[in-house]
């Protein structure tokens, strides 16, 4: 594997349903970030992790949770999420804090 | 709030042309300028940046140019191919050590035309 790879590439739950999105990075790199991509609007940051420490929660509901085990893995846990919140669920690594992200190719969430 | 936008939604141009995609940005403070681009299926890819002292900076194929007296950021993608049809984006970092903070703006998706 190259690069930075998400799974499920695709991925439908109920409102009630509890999921998770995987994301892993082979660049080496100590900093990771959760972006969400909804139809029509910019794409939004939710998370940063550096060096596994949490280092932004971009106002988001307590309904997302990230984890980050270790600097080349990233979680995004789900629970009872309402259908806006369907959407491409995008993951990016960068060595330290750095605009020079690299994108993985995303998780499409549906919420039903 | 601050945002960054995206003045034409969708571009067309035939093979071989040079095409520009447009951004107006409003936060005069940011450090960085970025154009992403992003296919179908995929996430967005890293074209080029710029630093907000600069005016221009080219790349391969591709020269970003920046005005920051109307806040204005462009692309320039020299004689375009099918390859180059996607979704641009361009986004604008924060200040000082929030640089990774990106705020994008909403795309243009760029088609070519055989």
């Known amino acids: 594997e190259t690069g930075v790879t998400q799974t499920p590439r695709h991925l439908v739950m109920g409102m009630t349903n509890k999921k998770s999105l995987k994301c892993e990075q082979h660049l080496g790199h100590n900093a990771m970030y959760w972006y969400k991509q909804s139809a029509k609007k910019p794409l939004e940051l939710m998370f940063v992790?550096?060096?596994?420490?949490?280092?932004e929660n971009n106002s988001v509901p307590s309904r997302f949770s990230p984890e980050c085990p270790n600097s080349s893995h990233l979680f995004l846990h789900l629970h009872t999420l309402q259908p806006e919140d369907s959407a491409l669920y995008l993951c990016a690594s960068s060595q330290g804090l750095a605009v020079s992200q690299f994108f993985g190719p995303g998780t499409r969430l549906t919420v039903l | 709030g601050e945002s960054v936008g995206l003045h034409l939604p969708t571009l067309s141009v035939q093979e071989g042309d040079n095409s520009i995609i447009n951004c107006a940005y409003s936060n005069s403070a940011s450090d960085y300028f970025i154009w992403y681009k992003q296919e179908s299926g995929k996430g967005p890819q890293f074209i080029i940046d710029i630093r907000s002292n600069m005016d221009k900076r080219q790349g391969q194929r591709v020269t970003v140019l920046l005005n920051k007296t109307v806040k204005h950021l462009s692309l320039q993608i020299a004689a375009t191919q099918p390859g180059d049809s996607a979704v641009y984006f361009c986004?604008?970092?924060?200040?000082?050590?929030?640089?990774?903070?990106?705020?994008f703006g909403k795309g243009t998706l760029l088609t070519v035309n055989p």
């Open positions: 992790y550096s060096l596994e420490e949490r280092v």
């Open positions: 986004a604008e970092t924060g200040s000082g050590g929030s640089n990774y903070k990106l705020t």
